[in-house]
Every structure is written in C-alpha cells, then in structure tokens.
C-alpha cells in the first residue's frame, strides 16, 4: 500500500516537473519571438532613417522633456551619443522656447510650467527648462513689457540666456532679444533644395525693436 502511494506520489512530481519543463520551454519561445520581433522593427526603423533622415523621429534617442535636457547638458543617459544635426535642432528648440516665454511675459504672464510643446519643421517637440530660467525670464520679461528700454532688465535677461547656454555647450547668441540688429547674424546659405531646420525660426513679434 505505502509502495503504491510513493510510486503515485513520484509520478505525480514527476508530471509536475515536465509540465513546468513545457512551461518554462513555452516561455523562453515566446521571448525569443518578441525579441525577433523587435530587433526587425529597429532594424526596418534605421532602415526608413537612413532613406529620410529629415524624418527621423529618433534624433534624440526617444528621449523629450526634461530627460532630454539633462541628457544634453551630459547628466543623463551619458552613454547616448547625439549628433551634430540633433543639437542644432535642440538649439532651436531652446531659443522657440526662449523667445515663447518671452513673449508671454509681454502678455502679462506671472507663472509658467517649465515644458512646453515647440513645433519645428520637422514636429513637434516638448521642450523643457529649469524653472530658475523660466521664472527669471517671466521677471524681466514683464519689467521689460512696461519699460522696454530697461538696461537692468535686458542685462538680466541676457545674462540668463548666456549661463543657459553655457551649461547646455552652445555659444551663447549675439543678439536673441533683438535689441541690437547691428549684431543680427547673418542667416546661413542653405543646400539646393534643402529646406533646414532654421526656416522655421520663429519671427519676432510686432515691438521686438523694443522688447523682443
């Protein structure tokens, strides 16, 4: 009798142990599949990249917002590389946002998030920026909506531009205000039927002479 129990006791464990053995077999085929799967979606996506890179939606490695700050700046994700062509559009996105600010301050704005959705020619992309930036430029900007002429405030204003840039690795731009057209770069030939990512600068609003 205690003979029969063991022998059904070890088929028993015996079942078990195989049916997990399939199991676990079923899972690892299932993995691989996904693995397959995604590893012919990346490589389909680098495929339609190489073919139009000004289509890319990966410049910046999937990355937005504040993780896309950082990762410039160097503070995140330090082992991604970014191209040349990703940080001049970056730098675009900065100064849209910049100049969006700004321009909200002159509306009479007192308090804004530090991201923001910024269209390009290329889509949009959500930009972000530490709220000491944003709050000083809404400060000055709204002293300069009153008294365009302020020196302080322009200073200021100038002077936060050029520690944002400095600590993101761009030179700093002569003339972002637009308070000095004497300093105004000139705009940058472009490539035979290229359209490059500063057509989409945005114009100056109505008063930049004084302001903006």
Same mark, same amino acid.
């Given at each position: 009798?205690?003979?029969?129990?063991?022998?059904?006791?070890?088929?028993?464990?015996?079942?078990?142990?195989?049916?997990?053995?399939?199991?676990?077999?079923? /899972?690892?085929?299932?993995?691989?599949? $996904?693995?397959?799967?995604?590893?012919?979606?990346?490589? $389909?996506?680098?495929?339609?990249? =190489? %073919?139009?890179?000004?289509?890319?939606? @990966?410049?910046?490695?999937?990355?937005?917002?504040?993780?896309?700050?950082? =990762?410039?700046?160097?503070?995140? @994700?330090?082992?991604?590389?970014?191209?040349?062509? =990703?940080?001049?559009?970056?730098?675009? /996105?900065?100064? %849209? @946002?910049?100049?969006?600010?700004?321009?909200?301050?002159?509306?009479?704005?007192?308090?804004?998030?530090?991201?923001? *959705?910024? #269209?390009?020619?290329?889509?949009?992309? #959500?930009?972000?920026?530490?709220?000491?930036?944003?709050?000083?430029?809404?400060?000055?900007?709204?002293?300069?909506?009153?008294? &365009?002429?302020?020196?302080?405030?322009?200073?200021?204003?100038?002077? *936060?531009?050029?520690?944002?840039?400095?600590?993101?690795?761009?030179?700093? +731009?002569?003339?972002?205000?637009?308070?000095?057209?004497?300093?105004?770069?000139? &705009?940058? +030939?472009?490539?035979?039927?290229?359209? *490059?990512? @500063?057509?989409?600068?945005?114009?100056?609003?109505?008063?930049?002479?004084?302001?903006?």
């Amino acid at each position: 009798m205690h003979g029969l129990l063991l022998v059904t006791a070890l088929l028993t464990l015996a079942f078990l142990i195989y049916g997990l053995y399939q199991l676990n077999q079923r /899972v690892m085929r299932l993995e691989e599949k $996904k693995r397959q799967i995604a590893a012919e979606k990346a490589s $389909k996506n680098r495929a339609d990249q =190489a %073919k139009d890179p000004s289509k890319s939606d @990966h410049i910046f490695h999937d990355l937005e917002g504040e993780a896309l700050f950082y =990762a410039m700046v160097g503070e995140y @994700h330090q082992e991604l590389e970014f191209s040349e062509d =990703a940080r001049k559009r970056f730098e675009l /996105v900065v100064r %849209k @946002h910049i100049l969006e600010i700004l321009e909200r301050a002159k509306e009479g704005e007192r308090a804004l998030d530090s991201e923001t *959705t910024i #269209r390009t020619l290329r889509g949009p992309v #959500r930009s972000w920026l530490p709220q000491d930036v944003v709050g000083s430029l809404l400060i000055q900007g709204n002293i300069l909506a009153t008294d &365009p002429k302020d020196e302080k405030a322009v200073q200021s204003i100038q002077g *936060t531009i050029d520690r944002l840039y400095m600590q993101l690795g761009y030179q700093s +731009p002569n003339d972002l205000l637009g308070l000095n057209d004497d300093q105004a770069p000139a &705009p940058a +030939p472009e490539a035979d039927g290229q359209m *490059t990512e @500063h057509n989409d600068e945005p114009k100056r609003p109505p008063g930049a002479d004084g302001f903006m």
